[in-house]
């Protein structure tokens, strides 16, 4: 029986007798748990779920991307169907076999490494993989030669198949793995360039297209994948030491698809989702299992920021995940669009979304009617949206007014998730009708949660109230919510991963002896049941008073002014105050120099010296923490203005854009000494460098 909100009281229910001394009692999805065993009309694996589609739906479409011509214009979207790519992945898989690219690690794997932009040639690649009984090895395409030499030397690869742009730092990482033998570039002609690289390498190249031919000439058995192996590798961000590789299984996979269906949010097979997430990220990686599973379709994007409401507007999508950086960058433009209108058009639109919000919030009505029509319509039809049936929202926390105003401007639902990579990507989920905001739904069909004590920051599964006055992870300032505990979140369920490969120790620090992954995240039960993430246990430091901070969740607090696009949050044990690195929004600041008629000549790098923009987002920060609920020593007093993003190409953001916080601390070290040195010589006052 599927949740439906206004039918039920509750979003979990708890299972009797399981509360310890030191751990909240285990909680689950109000109809009772997933059976492990289940499977998809038969399915156990990806493999047979993709071969079940191109059954049932040989002739729709699948694999969509746009061409580049000469000029590098794209056109319009071109799809080849279940059946054309199912014959590519057995062509693929038959020269593999073929040539011995994926032969048997010492430990028995059967591993390909993908190095390349989301396109149609990682999913047949993938596929391949598991035709032959193996697994793929994924590495973000905005790796370098360290990182993916790590990765190959780890995984002991022999093969990679990348796009050209990949290839270089492919043959870097070389040299150091002795293991690789070959590349299987994307394109379909190998240039003199690709070759010479190759050979500098001392790697054999191949196109894929010639591994197609060569595999219709010398067609192999299909070796099909058991639901306990491993599908895919999938590295962690490793924002203070090196990678882990987490072990997700096949079964891993299906139980979270399955968890999907119980909660009717899913694909159909008129679907079209927009694959613009990295697809190593295993949310990604779950939302195409969804597409793929329902004979659904999939467009790529194009692989640049600049270009995502292009393709949204060329694609016109149904469904695609929606994180938070992505949802405050359209909620910024339309607002900056809404402010430069006249100011009878700032009425009409004011109006048309509080009489929408009122809908939403009194009747949980995500209609299209009168206002709808009038003003958000175009909206849509402006950004690509105008078909969008349905949104899950994930991997950071998002404003709550953030979140409403997407809901309302789309008229669809969309749902909040909460999960990680070593969770399959699922521990909870905003249930079909709930659209409150502040949570993260209720237990997942295929989770069992329970809340562990922390002690140091205050958090006991027996509190029974969050938001006080008081220390204990109380958010200062603002009224007491009544809960039913609060603690570290742990999971247990058969979408737990297998563990990290070659790291028992690693494995051993995340799952306890009784099957308990321990997330790093604080949360705490509401009344009815739903799961509200209020603090983070690890990235945690303590401050001269013995105060406790949670890095992450300041971050993230400062981030929801539209002034301020990154940050950076330092505290110093000897010090009783917080410092922040901050990357203003370069839109938002040129908006705001406008209003307060500074010189239109002057750059983005010279407004982040101007002491009155600091002053502003001094501001903005102390606005954004109280609303928020932070006490006064969460809240940074000193900050520097950073002209220059953290990306991954300067070493400050790992492949999933969280903050490298060592590289981080070395590289501003000097900045930080000197704003505790301002805050010390004015003790009291704003920080001014």
Same mark, same amino acid.
């Given at each position: 029986?599927?949740y439906?909100p206004?039918?039920?009281?509750?979003y979990s229910?708890e299972?009797?007798?399981?509360?310890t001394a030191t751990a909240?009692?285990?909680?689950r999805?109000?109809?009772?748990e997933?059976?492990?065993?289940?499977?998809?009309d038969?399915?156990?694996?990806?493999?047979?779920?993709?071969?079940?589609s191109?059954?049932?739906?040989p002739h729709?479409?699948?694999?969509?991307?746009?061409?580049?011509?000469?000029?590098?214009h794209?056109a319009?979207?071109?799809f080849e169907?279940?059946?054309?790519?199912?014959?590519?992945?057995?062509?693929l898989a038959?020269?593999l076999?073929?040539e011995g690219?994926c032969?048997?690690?010492?430990?028995g794997l059967?591993?390909?490494?993908?190095?390349?932009k989301n396109?149609?040639?990682?999913?047949i690649a993938?596929q391949a993989?598991?035709t032959?009984?193996?697994?793929?090895?994924?590495?973000?395409d905005t790796?370098?030669?360290?990182?993916v030499?790590y990765?190959?030397?780890?995984?002991?690869?022999?093969?990679?198949v990348?796009g050209?742009q990949?290839l270089?730092?492919?043959v $870097?990482?070389?040299?150091?793995?002795?293991s690789?033998k070959?590349?299987v570039?994307?394109c379909?002609?190998?240039?003199?360039h690709h070759?010479?690289?190759?050979?500098?390498?001392?790697?054999?190249?191949?196109?894929?297209?010639?591994?197609?031919?060569?595999g219709?000439r010398?067609?192999?058995?299909?070796f099909?994948?058991d639901?306990?192996d491993?599908?895919t590798?999938s590295?962690t961000?490793g924002?203070?030491?090196g990678?882990k590789?987490?072990?997700l299984t096949h079964r891993?996979f299906?139980?979270?698809y399955c968890a999907?269906?119980a909660l009717?949010v899913?694909?159909?097979?008129?679907?079209?989702h927009?694959?613009?997430?990295p697809l190593p990220h295993?949310?990604e990686r779950?939302m195409l299992l969804?597409?793929?599973g329902?004979?659904?379709?999939?467009g790529?994007w194009?692989?640049?920021?600049?270009?995502l409401?292009?393709?949204l507007?060329?694609l016109?999508?149904?469904c695609m995940p $929606?994180?938070?950086?992505?949802?405050?960058?359209?909620?910024?433009k339309?607002?900056?669009?809404?402010r430069a209108?006249?100011p009878?058009?700032?009425m009409?639109?004011?109006?048309a979304?509080?009489?929408k919000?009122?809908?939403?919030?009194e009747r949980?009505?995500?209609?299209?009617?009168?206002w709808?029509?009038?003003?958000?319509? *175009?909206?849509?039809?402006?950004?690509?949206?105008d078909?969008?049936r349905?949104m899950v929202?994930g991997?950071?926390?998002i404003?709550p007014h953030v979140?409403?105003?997407?809901?309302?401007?789309?008229?669809?639902p969309?749902?909040?998730?909460y999960g990680q990579?070593e969770?399959?990507?699922?521990?909870?989920l905003?249930?079909?009708?709930?659209?409150?905001?502040g949570?993260v739904g209720g237990v997942?069909?295929v989770?069992e949660?329970?809340?562990?004590?922390?002690?140091?920051m205050?958090y006991?599964?027996?509190d029974?109230q969050?938001?006080? $006055?008081?220390r204990?992870?109380g958010?200062f300032?603002?009224?007491a919510?009544?809960?039913?505990?609060?603690?570290?979140?742990?999971?247990?369920g058969?979408?737990?991963?297998?563990g990290?490969?070659k790291?028992?120790?690693?494995t051993a620090?995340?799952?306890?002896?009784q099957?308990?992954?321990?997330?790093g995240?604080?949360g705490m039960w509401?009344?009815?049941?739903?799961?509200v993430i209020?603090?983070?246990? *690890?990235?945690?430091?303590?401050?001269?008073?013995g105060e406790?901070?949670?890095?992450? *969740?300041?971050?993230?607090?400062?981030?929801?002014?539209?002034?301020?696009a990154?940050?950076?949050?330092?505290?110093?044990s000897?010090?009783?105050?917080l410092?922040a690195?901050?990357?203003?929004d370069?839109?938002?600041?040129?908006?705001?120099?406008r209003?307060?008629?500074l010189?239109?000549d002057?750059s983005?790098?010279e407004l982040?010296?101007?002491?009155l923009?600091?002053? *502003?987002?001094?501001?903005e920060?102390?606005v954004?923490?109280?609303?928020?609920g932070?006490?006064?020593?969460e809240?940074?007093?000193a900050?520097y203005?950073?002209?220059?993003?953290f990306?991954?190409a300067?070493g400050l953001l790992t492949?999933?854009q969280k903050?490298k916080?060592m590289?981080?601390?070395?590289?501003?070290s000097t900045?930080i000494q000197?704003?505790?040195?301002?805050r010390d010589?004015h003790?009291g006052?704003?920080a001014r460098l």
């Amino acid at each position: 029986m599927v949740y439906v909100p206004h039918r039920k009281k509750f979003y979990s229910i708890e299972v009797p007798n399981t509360e310890t001394a030191t751990a909240g009692p285990i909680r689950r999805f109000p109809d009772g748990e997933i059976n492990p065993q289940l499977a998809y009309d038969g399915c156990y694996t990806i493999y047979e779920l993709f071969r079940r589609s191109v059954a049932i739906y040989p002739h729709r479409p699948f694999l969509g991307h746009r061409p580049i011509d000469s000029e590098g214009h794209a056109a319009p979207y071109v799809f080849e169907s279940y059946e054309e790519a199912a014959r590519r992945i057995d062509n693929l898989a038959s020269a593999l076999e073929h040539e011995g690219l994926c032969p048997p690690t010492p430990d028995g794997l059967r591993l390909l490494g993908l190095y390349m932009k989301n396109c149609p040639e990682w999913i047949i690649a993938d596929q391949a993989a598991f035709t032959l009984h193996g697994a793929t090895v994924p590495l973000y395409d905005t790796l370098g030669p360290d990182a993916v030499g790590y990765v190959i030397k780890q995984t002991e690869l022999a093969a990679v198949v990348c796009g050209p742009q990949e290839l270089e730092n492919l043959v $870097a990482a070389a040299p150091e793995c002795p293991s690789l033998k070959a590349a299987v570039l994307t394109c379909s002609v190998l240039s003199d360039h690709h070759r010479a690289l190759a050979r500098k390498g001392g790697l054999k190249l191949y196109s894929l297209m010639d591994l197609e031919k060569l595999g219709f000439r010398y067609p192999q058995p299909h070796f099909p994948p058991d639901p306990d192996d491993v599908a895919t590798f999938s590295y962690t961000s490793g924002t203070t030491g090196g990678p882990k590789g987490a072990l997700l299984t096949h079964r891993n996979f299906l139980t979270v698809y399955c968890a999907g269906k119980a909660l009717e949010v899913e694909n159909f097979p008129d679907d079209i989702h927009f694959s613009y997430l990295p697809l190593p990220h295993v949310f990604e990686r779950v939302m195409l299992l969804a597409v793929l599973g329902n004979g659904a379709a999939m467009g790529f994007w194009q692989g640049s920021p600049e270009r995502l409401v292009e393709d949204l507007q060329a694609l016109r999508p149904t469904c695609m995940p $929606a994180v938070p950086r992505v949802l405050n960058r359209m909620y910024d433009k339309v607002m900056a669009g809404v402010r430069a209108a006249s100011p009878l058009k700032q009425m009409l639109f004011q109006r048309a979304y509080a009489a929408k919000l009122r809908d939403l919030d009194e009747r949980g009505e995500l209609s299209k009617g009168v206002w709808d029509r009038l003003v958000f319509a *175009k909206v849509r039809r402006a950004i690509g949206l105008d078909r969008m049936r349905v949104m899950v929202t994930g991997s950071a926390p998002i404003a709550p007014h953030v979140l409403q105003f997407m809901r309302v401007l789309c008229a669809c639902p969309i749902h909040e998730g909460y999960g990680q990579t070593e969770t399959t990507a699922m521990t909870s989920l905003t249930f079909p009708g709930d659209w409150t905001t502040g949570h993260v739904g209720g237990v997942a069909p295929v989770s069992e949660v329970r809340l562990v004590d922390v002690p140091e920051m205050g958090y006991l599964h027996t509190d029974r109230q969050h938001g006080s $006055a008081g220390r204990g992870g109380g958010a200062f300032g603002k009224a007491a919510q009544p809960c039913i505990g609060r603690g570290e979140i742990c999971v247990r369920g058969p979408h737990i991963f297998k563990g990290y490969y070659k790291q028992p120790d690693k494995t051993a620090e995340t799952i306890d002896a009784q099957g308990w992954l321990h997330s790093g995240d604080v949360g705490m039960w509401t009344p009815e049941g739903r799961l509200v993430i209020i603090d983070r246990k *690890k990235n945690i430091f303590k401050l001269a008073q013995g105060e406790y901070v949670a890095a992450e *969740k300041i971050e993230n607090v400062l981030m929801q002014s539209e002034m301020i696009a990154q940050a950076f949050v330092y505290g110093d044990s000897l010090k009783s105050e917080l410092v922040a690195i901050v990357v203003p929004d370069a839109e938002a600041v040129q908006d705001w120099a406008r209003q307060e008629s500074l010189p239109v000549d002057h750059s983005f790098a010279e407004l982040c010296r101007q002491s009155l923009l600091k002053e *502003k987002i001094l501001d903005e920060i102390e606005v954004q923490s109280k609303r928020a609920g932070l006490h006064g020593f969460e809240i940074p007093k000193a900050i520097y203005l950073e002209s220059e993003p953290f990306t991954g190409a300067n070493g400050l953001l790992t492949p999933t854009q969280k903050l490298k916080r060592m590289q981080a601390r070395d590289r501003y070290s000097t900045i930080i000494q000197e704003l505790y040195a301002t805050r010390d010589l004015h003790q009291g006052s704003k920080a001014r460098l």
